[in-house]
Structures are given as structure tokens and as C-alpha cells.
């Protein structure tokens, strides 16, 4: 491929920006916003809870972990800890990861029982030599650090499982209540960013499914001197295409957030065979200079953003809509 379709493929031409790599970050810059937290999602508690922390010096690790907390404990967000909607089994499984601004991570996947998936993720980056931990050791671990186990399966998720049951059509919705899992990014008044995402996963998913949430590189990727992204919707889409990785790289070659979760949100449209109408992704993203930005394929995406000016959720571009 020629350098000129090359520019045509990658969507620089469409943005009329060229690969100035000029505009690469540099750790000197200094961001003039922070702090700044943003989520996917309608979640203004979860911002708030990080804000809190964030205004009083506090680190963005925390803030991440706190804000994410809020959501897992919600009983009534049906995508993310307890209250979310089961496996085509009946069993809640939990995915979540963590990153802080020194390139360390810490992941669980298919955690049963415990709600707190993202503080597991956290213990595993802090306390194990490992980034993943799965299942039952996931599981183990987190009971071994004091955490306890609960049901997660609640009365209304049960009983939306049972009447899914019915026909058993495995279908990924999108938009979920607008609520969905929760991807968190912060930068602190030290300007390190870090970042979070936590998942219940696919409503109805085959038993043992894993998703793109707490998986990094595709989930959610910091990188401290660029900035971070995070992902939602359907998750084995953003893992085909590492797609928060992708838009980490694009905003480290001089793109803005929205450009860069724009441009990844195209790789998955442009694809051969893409089915990009029937399903959802949305990304958000943050650069170093505390900038923000979210872009999504369908109309109903939204990011909750918390800095100085307050804490208000703004509706995502979408694909059909031209930056
Ligand atoms: C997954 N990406 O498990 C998650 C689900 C999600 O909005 O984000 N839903 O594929």
C-alpha cells in the first residue's frame, strides 16, 4: 500500500490531519485541566466518588478504584457487579482490570461471588507476581485478602434470565439502560493517569466467555506519557482490533481523543463482512493534557466527564455523524 491510500485508510484524510509524528507527547507538557476524571457512561455518582478524591491531592489509582466501586455496589445496574445479568447458566462472572500511570497492571476474569472485581484486579497488580488471575484462583485470592463472598444473582436479574430462557436468542443488545460497564479514566493533580473498567460482561453469554474489559490493550491501556482509553459494548469486536491500545497509539502520533476513538471505532466499521449496524462499541479516551474525548458506532453512547466545571454527561458522536 502506498503511503497516500494508507492515508486514505486510516481515516487521516477524512480528519484532514496528516501522521505528523512532530506532534508526538512529551512528558513536559503541562496540562492545564487537572484533575480530570471521565467514565463511559451515565454515572455521575461513580465520577463523583473519584472527584472527591482527586480534588484533595489524591491519587488517580484510587480515584479509579473508588469511582469504579460505586457501580459494582449498584444493585440496579444490571452489566457490572452484583446485580448483573448472568451467563445463558445462571452464574454472575465478573471481568475487570486496573492500570496505574507506571505501565502496571492487574486483571480478573471470571470471578464468581465477589463483587469488588476491580479492587481483586487491583491486589492481583499489587500483591501477586502475576497481571490475570481466573475463576476459582481468582476467586481464592480475593477470599485470601479478606474479601468474602455474596450473591451476586439478583431477584430482578434472575427473573430477566428466566424469561430469556424462554426462547434463548443470544443477541447483544446495545445501549444497555444507557448504563452499562463501567470504563474509568482519571489524571491527578500529579498529572499520572490511570485507569479501570469493570464488567459483568455480555448479558446470556456462553459459561466461560471472557471479554475485551479486563483485558489489556483491548479494555483499557494507559500509558502515562500519551494518555489512556478505555472500551465498552461489544467486546469481542475491540478485542479483534486491540482497540484501546490502538487509540493510545493514535493519540501518541498527534490525534485528539475523539480522533483517535474515532479512527478506532473505524477500523471495526471497515472491516470485511463488518455487521458494525447490529451491534455496539464506544470508546473514551484522555491525553496527557487532561483533553478528553469519546466516539461511538451507534447514536446512545455517552461519557460522564467530572474537572473543574462540574460533573455532566455528554452524548457521544457517533459513526454516521462527521466530526
Ligand atoms: C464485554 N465489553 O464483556 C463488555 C461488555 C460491555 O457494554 O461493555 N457492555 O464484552
Known amino acids: ?35 480530570v476524571v471521565i467514565a463511559t457512561w451515565d454515572v455521575k455518582n461513580a465520577t463523583n466518588k473519584a472527584w472527591d478524591i482527586l480534588i484533595k491531592n489524591g491519587e488517580s489509582l484510587d480515584a479509579i478504584e473508588q469511582g469504579c466501586r460505586v457501580e459494582e455496589a449498584n444493585k440496579d445496574g444490571q452489566s457490572v457487579g452484583i446485580g448483573g445479568l448472568p451467563d445463558r447458566d445462571g452464574n454472575v462472572t465478573l471481568d475487570a482490570c486496573i492500570m496505574n500511570h507506571k505501565g502496571n497492571c492487574g486483571s480478573v476474569v471470571y470471578l464468581k461471588n465477589i463483587k469488588h472485581a476491580i479492587s481483586i484486579a487491583r491486589l492481583v497488580m499489587e500483591k501477586t507476581p502475576h497481571v490475570i488471575l481466573a475463576g476459582d484462583g481468582a476467586k481464592k485470592f480475593a477470599l485470601s485478602m479478606g474479601f468474602f463472598e455474596e450473591n451476586l444473582l439478583t431477584d430482578k436479574s434472575k427473573s430477566d434470565w428466566i424469561n430469556w430462557k424462554k426462547n434463548e436468542k443470544y443477541k447483544p443488545i446495545i445501549n444497555v439502560e444507557n448504563h452499562d460497564t463501567i470504563g474509568m479514566l482519571a489524571i491527578d493533580k500529579n498529572n499520572n493517569i490511570s485507569g479501570g473498567c469493570t464488567t459483568s460482561g455480555l448479558a446470556y453469554k456462553m459459561q466461560g466467555r471472557v471479554g475485551d474489559s479486563p483485558i489489556i490493550g483491548s479494555g483499557l491501556f494507559i500509558d502515562n506519557e500519551v494518555g489512556g482509553a478505555v472500551a465498552t459494548g461489544l467486546g469481542e469486536e475491540v478485542l479483534k482490533t486491540v482497540g484501546s491500545f490502538l487509540v493510545v497509539e493514535l493519540m501518541r502520533q498527534g490525534y485528539s481523543p475523539t480522533e483517535a476513538c474515532k479512527i478506532a471505532i473505524e477500523r471495526i466499521v471497515k472491516k470485511p463482512e463488518s455487521n458494525y449496524k447490529n451491534f455496539q462499541v464506544g470508546y473514551i479516551a484522555i491525553n496527557k493534557n487532561g483533553e478528553t474525548g469519546c466516539y461511538a458506532i451507534q447514536e446512545g453512547f455517552s461519557m460522564t466527564k467530572y474537572d473543574k466545571s462540574g460533573n455532566s454527561n455528554i452524548k457521544s458522536l457517533f459513526h454516521d455523524k462527521k466530526i
Open 1 to 35: 500500500m502506498d503511503r497516500r491510500s494508507f492515508i486514505k485508510s486510516t481515516g487521516v484524510a477524512t480528519l484532514g490531519i496528516g501522521l505528523n509524528y512532530s506532534k508526538t507527547f512529551s512528558s513536559n507538557i503541562k496540562p492545564t485541566s487537572n484533575p
